[in-house]
C-alpha cells in the first residue's frame, strides 16, 4: 500500500496542492483512506496528519471509513424525487439487502443519498463509483444489483447504464454550431489583445454563472495587478441543483470553452490555467484530456501558442463533493488541495487568488460566449438580448415538462415562452435560478430571463399543479444545510436551524408563532452569512413565504405554544431500559386543550 | 491630514491598512467580537462584528477602513441580532454556564450579559461532543468549542506548532487535535503555549485552577466585556 501512496505522491511533485487528486486515488483503490495512509501521506507531503484529516471530512466523497467496493449514491435533487426517487432508493436497498445510507455487512456495497448530480433532464440519477447512471426503474435497478452480485468490474458493465445524453433542445448564438478550432485565438491575435478586450467590453457580456459581473472588467482588473503570475480558473462545479448546462458545453463545446480560456490567458498574461471539474462529473474527464491533448498538438496550447510568443497550460482538477466550491474563493482553496471555505474579501481573487496570485475565475458558459465574441465581435453580441442583459442564455430546464433539456434563449424572453417551448402544462411555479434563487408563481409568467428581472445561473425547475411547494422547500432547505461549509455561525448553525424549524411546521408541530419565528431566521442567515451560500440559503423559504403564507399557516396548530422538543419521541429510550410498553410509558406533548 | 471614519456619528482617525475593528479599539469604540483577538490574523466567522457599513453588512475585523466610511455599530437592530447570533453559539454547543470552570471569566458568557441575553431562544442541538483530559496539565471540554479558530491560529503563529485544526463540515464541525491518537496528551502541546491561554470560552482549561476566584470577583463581574476588552486590547 506505500509504495502505491509513494508512487502517487511521486507523480504530483509531492505538492499538497494536489492532495485532493491524491486522496481521490486512494479513495478509488481501497474504498476509503485510513489513519494509516494519512501518516504517509502527511510524512511525504510535509503536511500536518490533521490537515489532511480537515480535507477528508469536508468532502463528500472521500471517507474515512470503508465504503462498499461498488459504492452507490443516489442523486437527491428534488427533480429525482419527483421523478419517484425515493419508492425506487428503497427497492434497491431491499434489493441490495442493504439499509439505506450503510455499508452491507460484506462490503461489497453501499448505498446512500448525495446532492444533485447534475442529470435533472433524465433522472431519477446517481453514481457508481463516481460514474453516472441514469433514468433508473426497476428493471435499471435489477440489472445493476445482479451485476454487483456477481462481481462484475465496472469495466465490464454494459455501457448503456452509463449513458448520459446531451438533450439539445434549442440552439441560439452559441450553441448553433461550435466555433472552429483555433479561430477565436486567431481573430484575436489579427486584431490585437487590447482590441479584443474592447470588443469583449462592447459586448457587455457578464458572468454566466450566477452573479453577473462584468467579464471584461473582471479580466482588465486582473491584467492591471502588479505580478509575474496570473491563472485562469474556469469554473465548472455545477453545483447548484438543477444545472446541467455546463455538463453539455464540456461534452460537446469543450473546444470552445478552452479556447475562451486560452484568449483570456492571452489578454490577461496568464500561463496557467485550470478547469476545476466537479466530482459528478468524472465521465467527462478522460474525453476533456483528449479534446487537450489535441489542442497541444496543433500548438492551441503549450509554448509559443501559434507562433505568437504566447504559453498557455491547461490542467483538469477534480472536485470531491461539496456544493460551497463552487463559490470562487473556496474553489480556489480547493485547487490548493485545502476544504472549500470561502475567503474573506477584499482582496478578491483577481488580486489574491490561487497561490495569493492574481486569478480569474468564470464559468464554463462565460469563456464559451468570450470566444464567440473575439470572431464576431462585441456589437454583433450586444445587438441580442436587452440593455443590460447582452446576448443568450443557456438554461437546463427540468421539472414537470415534455421536454427536460438545454434550451437558449435571447436575454429579455419571457418565461412563459419558455415553458411553451418546453412542452410544461398546469403550471403551478418554476424555481428560477435553482434553490438560491428565485420561486415564481403563475402568476408571474411574464416576467423576464434577464439580470434586471429573473437572473439565473441555468437552473430551471418548472412543478405543475399536483406538486407540493413546502416538499421542495424542504428539500432546498435540507440542500444548504447539507452544505453550509460551516465557517460562520450565521449560516453553520442558521441553516440547521432552518431545516428544524421548517420541518417543525411541515411536519404538523408548528403553532401560532412558528412561522414568525421563521421568518426572523431566515432574516438572520441571510443578512449575516459569510457568502452566497448562507445568504442565499433562506431564499426558497423567503420566495415561498411570500407567496403562499396561507400554506405555511395551514400547517398550525390551534395551540398558543408547542416546544420543538418530543417529549414522547425523547422517552424512547427509557421505554427500552424500563422494558415497558403500556399507555402509561407514553406522555401527550401538551395537555388537550 | 488624517483620514477618518465615522462609527455610530464618532470621527474616527484611522492609519491605512487597518481594519475597522483595529481603528475603533484604538478609538475607545468597542465592537463585540469572539473569534478576534488583535494578536492573530483575523479570521471572520462568528460574524458578531457585523457593522453597517453605508448600508452593508460588512465584518469589522476584516474589513480595512476607507476614508469616509459611514459605519452603523450600537444600534438597536444589530445589537438584536448580535443577541441571536450568541445565541445560535450557546444551542449549537452544550453550555453549563453555572457549573462551568469559565463562569465569570467567559468571553461568550461575558457577551451574553452585555447583549442582555436572557434566554436561548432557539432549540438546543444536543450535540454530542466529548471530554478529553487525557493531559496531565490541560483539558479540552469539545462541548464549549465556538470554532473560533483562535487556538488553531495561537498554535500556528506564536507557538510555531500546529497542534490543532478545526476539521469537518458544516454543522459537523470538530476541533481536530494533532496527535496520532487524537487526544491531547499525545500532542506536543505545552501548558504555557499561547494556544492553552487564548480560548474564549471554558472549552480549553488548565487543570487544577478551576473556582479559584469567588463568585462576584470573577473578570465579568466586575466590568462589562466591552470595558475589558478595550482595556485589554489597548495595552497590548
Ligand atoms: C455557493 C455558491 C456556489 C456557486 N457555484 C457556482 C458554480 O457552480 N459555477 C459557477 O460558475 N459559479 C458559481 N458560483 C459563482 C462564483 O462564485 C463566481 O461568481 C463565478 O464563478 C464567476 O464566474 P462568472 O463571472 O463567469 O459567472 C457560486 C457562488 C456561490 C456563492
Ligand atoms: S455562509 Fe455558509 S458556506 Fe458561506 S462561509 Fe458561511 S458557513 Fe460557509
Ligand atoms: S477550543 Fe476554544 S479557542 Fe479553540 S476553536 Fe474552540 S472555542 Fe475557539
Ligand atoms: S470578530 Fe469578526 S467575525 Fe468574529
Redesign the interface.
Not at chain 2, 471572520?44 to 458578531?48: E, I, Q, T
Given at each position: 500500500m506505500k509504495k502505491f501512496i509513494q508512487e502517487l505522491c511521486e507523480k504530483n511533485n509531492f505538492q499538497s496542492v494536489h492532495l485532493l487528486t491524491i486522496l481521490r486515488k486512494i479513495q478509488t483503490k481501497y474504498f476509503f483512506i485510513s489513519k494509516e495512509d494519512i501518516e504517509i501521506l502527511s510524512n511525504l507531503l510535509k503536511i500536518e496528519s490533521t490537515q489532511i484529516i480537515s480535507v477528508v471530512e469536508f468532502y463528500s466523497f472521500f471517507h474515512l471509513k470503508p465504503r462498499g467496493h461498488y459504492d452507490i449514491f443516489l442523486s437527491d435533487s428534488i427533480t429525482d424525487q419527483m421523478l419517484g426517487q425515493q419508492s425506487l432508493a428503497n427497492y434497491f436497498a431491499k434489493k441490495l439487502k442493504l439499509q439505506l445510507g450503510q455499508v452491507r455487512d460484506d462490503g461489497l456495497v453501499s448505498l446512500a443519498y448525495t446532492s444533485c448530480t447534475g442529470m435533472c433532464d433524465q433522472g431519477p440519477a446517481g453514481l457508481i463509483n463516481g460514474y453516472p447512471i441514469t433514468q433508473l426503474n426497476k428493471a435499471r435497478i435489477n440489472t445493476i444489483v445482479n451485476l454487483i452480485e456477481t462481481q462484475t468490474a465496472i469495466q465490464d458493465w454494459p455501457r448503456s447504464i452509463f449513458t448520459v445524453n446531451d438533450n439539445i433542445y434549442k440552439t441560439d448564438l452559441l450553441l448553433h454550431q461550435e466555433i472552429t478550432q483555433g479561430e477565436a485565438l486567431k481573430a484575436t491575435f489579427n486584431r490585437g489583445l487590447i482590441a479584443t478586450l474592447d470588443e469583449l467590453k462592447q459586448s457587455g457580456l457578464r458572468g454566466r454563472g450566477g452573479a453577473g459581473f462584468n467579464t471584461a472588467m473582471k479580466w482588465q482588473f486582473c491584467s492591471e495587478e502588479q505580478s509575474s503570475e496570473r491563472y485562469v480558473v474556469c469554473n465548472a462545479d455545477e453545483g447548484e441543483p438543477g444545472t446541467f448546462k455546463d455538463r453539455v458545453l464540456l461534452n460537446k463545446y469543450a473546444n470552445q470553452v478552452f479556447e475562451g480560456m486560452t484568449l483570456c490567458a492571452a489578454i490577461i498574461g496568464a500561463e496557467q490555467g485550470f478547469l476545476y471539474l466537479r466530482a459528478e462529473y468524472l465521465h467527462l474527464y478522460s474525453s476533456l484530456k483528449v479534446v487537450l491533448a489535441d489542442r497541444y498538438e496543433k500548438n492551441l496550447l503549450g509554448n509559443n501558442i501559434l507562433q505568437k510568443n504566447i504559453n498557455f497550460n491547461i490542467e483538469i482538477r477534480l472536485g470531491a463533493g461539496a456544493y460551497i466550491c463552487g463559490e470562487e474563493s473556496a474553489l480556489i482553496e480547493s485547487l490548493e488541495g485545502k476544504p472549500g471555505i470561502p475567503r474573506n474579501r477584499p482582496p478578491y481573487p483577481v488580486v489574491e487568488g490561487y497561490l495569493n496570485k492574481p486569478t480569474v475565475v468564470n464559468n464554463v458558459e462565460t469563456f464559451l460566449a468570450a470566444a464567440k465574441i473575439a470572431i464576431i465581435g462585441g456589437q454583433a453580441f450586444a445587438k441580442i438580448g436587452i440593455k443590460k442583459s447582452t446576448g443568450t442564455k443557456l438554461l437546463s430546464i427540468s421539472g414537470d415538462c415534455e421536454r427536460a433539456g438545454i434550451y437558449e434563449y435571447p436575454f429579455g424572453t419571457t418565461i412563459r415562452q419558455i415553458l411553451d417551448d418546453c412542452g410544461a402544462k398546469n403550471v403551478l411555479g418554476v424555481q428560477v435560478g435553482g434553490p438560491s434563487g428565485t420561486f415564481i408563481s403563475n402568476q408571474e409568467f411574464d416576467r423576464r430571463l434577464a439580470f434586471e428581472d429573473l437572473a439565473t445561473g441555468g437552473s430551471f425547475i418548472i412543478f405543475n399543479q399536483q406538486r407540493h411547494i413546502l416538499d421542495l422547500v424542504k428539500n432546498f432547505t435540507h440542500f444548504f444545510a447539507h452544505e453550509s461549509c460551516g465557517f460562520c455561525t450565521p449560516c453553520r448553525v442558521g441553516t440547521s436551524l432552518l431545516k428544524k424549524q421548517l420541518d417543525k411546521i411541515v411536519d404538523g408541530h408548528g403553532s401560532a408563532g412558528d412561522v414568525v419565528a421563521l421568518e426572523e431566521l431566515c432574516q438572520l442567515v441571510k443578512n449575516y452569512s459569510h457568502c452566497g451560500l448562507g445568504q442565499t440559503a433562506a431564499n426558497p423559504i423567503l420566495s415561498t413565504l411570500q407567496r403562499y403564507p396561507e400554506i405555511y399557516q395551514s400547517k398550525l396548530k390551534a395551540i398558543s405554544y408547542e416546544p420543538g422538543f418530543d417529549l414522547n419521541a425523547s422517552l424512547a429510550t427509557a421505554r427500552q431500559l424500563a422494558n415497558r410498553d403500556d399507555s402509561g410509558a407514553y406522555l401527550a406533548q401538551v395537555e388537550d386543550e | 491630514m488624517n483620514k477618518t471614519i465615522s462609527i455610530d456619528g464618532k470621527t474616527i482617525p484611522f492609519k491605512t491598512g487597518q481594519t475597522i475593528i483595529e481603528a475603533a479599539t484604538a478609538a475607545g469604540v468597542y465592537i463585540p467580537h469572539l473569534c478576534h483577538n488583535p494578536d492573530y490574523k483575523?479570521h471572520?466567522?462568528?460574524?458578531?462584528c457585523?457593522v453597517k457599513i453605508n448600508g452593508r453588512?460588512c465584518?469589522a475585523c476584516?474589513f480595512?477602513a476607507t476614508e469616509g466610511q459611514e459605519i452603523l455599530n450600537k444600534t438597536p437592530e444589530l445589537e438584536n441580532?448580535r443577541r441571536?447570533?450568541t445565541q445560535?453559539?450557546f444551542?449549537?454547543g452544550n453550555h453549563f454556564c453555572p457549573s462551568c470552570e469559565q463562569s465569570g471569566n467567559c468571553q461568550l458568557q461575558g457577551l451574553g450579559y452585555y447583549l442582555s441575553m436572557k434566554d436561548n431562544h432557539?432549540?438546543h442541538?444536543f450535540a454530542n461532543r466529548e471530554l478529553d483530559a487525557s493531559h496531565p496539565e490541560l483539558l479540552i471540554d469539545h462541548n464549549r468549542c465556538?470554532?473560533c479558530n483562535l487556538c488553531v491560529r495561537a498554535s500556528q503563529q506564536s507557538d510555531g506548532k500546529?497542534v490543532?485544526?478545526?476539521?469537518?463540515?458544516?454543522?459537523?464541525?470538530r476541533l481536530?487535535?494533532?496527535s496520532?491518537t487524537g487526544k491531547l496528551k499525545d500532542s506536543n502541546i505545552s501548558v504555557d503555549d499561547c494556544a492553552a491561554q487564548i480560548c474564549p470560552t471554558g472549552a480549553i482549561l488548565k487543570k487544577r485552577t478551576a473556582y479559584a476566584v469567588p463568585i462576584g470577583q470573577r473578570l465579568y463581574d466586575t466590568k462589562k466585556i466591552d470595558e475589558i476588552a478595550l482595556e485589554q486590547e489597548n495595552k497590548e
Open positions: - | 483575523p471572520g466567522s462568528c460574524k458578531l457585523t453588512n465584518s476584516t480595512p441580532d441571536k447570533i445560535m453559539l444551542v449549537e432557539f432549540p442541538f465556538i470554532f500546529n490543532f485544526v478545526i476539521s469537518g463540515r458544516g454543522i459537523n464541525k481536530t487535535v494533532n496520532t
